[in-house]
């Protein structure tokens, strides 16, 4: 895809990643059938039970723990389908962050940039994400609560695919909220990650709707950079000329959003269930323990009582059309930024902004480059149980943005 060019130097690969920045433990294990995915190889995020080795979430003090005695459902479903698994990807502790970074594992550095500084490769799936754009794996298998598969997409050049939460098992899957948590993937083509999705989703390819339109919320585009916006402007006018209605609107889900942002996180409090005590949940990074401590707030049936009227809303308001967003709102920054104490929180709250948006409203969502020489990604959604129709769309939108300009 090389349609949009925007200005400035090309971000090319140009920086060497570390193993240690992509991989928590190397294995191999074959394909146990034979499918649609004959061939692939899969990274898979370690939070994902695979038979035989431990599942970590990011965590080194369960280095010593026993291994899992069977498969991830998820994990299990690509096997049979004909794909192969690589080893476990390494992943911000628990999957609690948007960007990414661990001090048990690495760091979070994309092989994108547009000079020799390291820039975010993105959380919490961001080692599955660095091992497609090395070209060790053609799928990348992740989970997405608030935009932990579509961010580090969004910084690598890649596809990021977000289930309806319900569609794909969380069986052997390290939990982090029971109400968000989905099981979604990275691919470097959106042909290969539409093939895995129907896999997952043991659902059948769906035929594009005849008729297509087009929603942008109101608050999308607070905060985006130039060339964010410029690239979006660019696929939104190829919409235009393709002869689709797009449309500019504030949602009323957008409000209640925002309240719901004002608000202690729903997967903070249920974190908070789950890893509450310090002294047995293996957690070692301070910035992720201080977003689980945040669900001791004692309005927790407030919290999702306000989230399921948005999910209401959502699906009532959107319909059959299609959301569209910017995945991030600027181009990734220098790591040693993100993952600072001065930056961290504004960033991590920046970079899950419109990506969680439609995680708490229960649907489905494709994250897609808009370039292959700069990371600007474009998101398009729907609401819950619309996936086959969606993955259809993502994949007309590409061809439309993979066109050469007249």
């Not at 060019?5 to 193993?19: Q, T």
């Not at 970590?56 to 479903?77: D, E, F, I, M």
């Not at 957690?283 to 989230?307: A, E, L």
Request: proline content about 6%.
């Amino acid at each position: 895809m090389t349609a949009w060019r925007g200005e400035g130097p090309a971000w090319l690969p140009r920086l060497s990643v570390r193993p240690q920045d992509v991989w928590s433990s190397r294995f191999e294990v074959p394909a146990s059938g034979n499918g649609t995915l004959d061939g692939l190889r899969v990274a898979v995020k370690d939070l994902f039970d695979v038979a035989g080795h431990p599942t970590l979430a990011g965590r080194k003090a369960l280095l010593n723990t026993a291994p899992a005695a069977s498969n991830a459902a998820a994990v299990q479903c690509l096997l049979d389908a004909g794909a192969s698994l690589v080893g476990h990807t390494t992943m911000s502790q628990l999957a609690f962050s948007g960007v990414g970074q661990n001090p048990d594992f690495g760091r979070s550095i994309s092989p994108w940039s547009p000079d020799a500084d390291g820039r975010l490769a993105g959380g919490s799936s961001r080692g599955s994400a660095l091992a497609v754009a090395l070209g060790e794996a053609d799928i990348g298998l992740g989970t997405d609560t608030g935009g932990s598969c579509r961010i580090p997409a969004a910084c690598n050049g890649l596809y990021g695919f977000k289930p309806t939460a319900s569609r794909v098992s969380l069986q052997g899957c390290t939990p982090l909220s029971h109400s968000l948590d989905s099981v979604g993937l990275m691919a470097a083509s959106c042909d290969i990650g539409r093939r895995a999705m129907d896999v997952l989703c043991s659902s059948q390819p769906a035929e594009r709707p005849a008729t297509l339109e087009f929603l942008v919320p109101g608050f999308v585009l607070d905060r985006c950079d130039r060339t964010v916006a410029d690239a979006f402007r660019w696929a939104l006018d190829r919409l235009a000329a393709a002869g689709h209605c797009v449309r500019h609107m504030t949602l009323a889900s957008e409000k209640t959003y925002a309240h719901l942002q004002s608000m202690p996180s729903l997967a903070s409090l249920e974190a908070y269930g789950l890893y509450g005590d310090r002294r047995h949940n293996g957690v070692s990074d301070p910035k992720v323990f201080k977003r689980i401590m945040v669900g001791r707030y004692p309005g927790s049936d407030t919290v999702r009582k306000i989230r399921n009227d948005l999910v209401g809303q959502f699906s009532a308001e959107v319909g059959d059309a299609f959301v569209l967003m910017p995945t991030l709102p600027w181009v990734p920054p220098l790591t040693e930024v993100a993952e600072s104490d001065r930056y961290f929180e504004e960033i991590n709250r920046d970079a899950l902004r419109n990506c969680a948006f439609i995680n708490l409203a229960g649907g489905c969502a494709v994250a897609m480059p808009l370039s292959m020489q700069v990371p600007v990604s474009m998101t398009v959604a729907a609401p819950r149980m619309q996936d086959e129709r969606l993955w259809a769309v993502a994949d007309y939108l590409d061809r439309i943005f993979s066109q050469s300009d007249a």
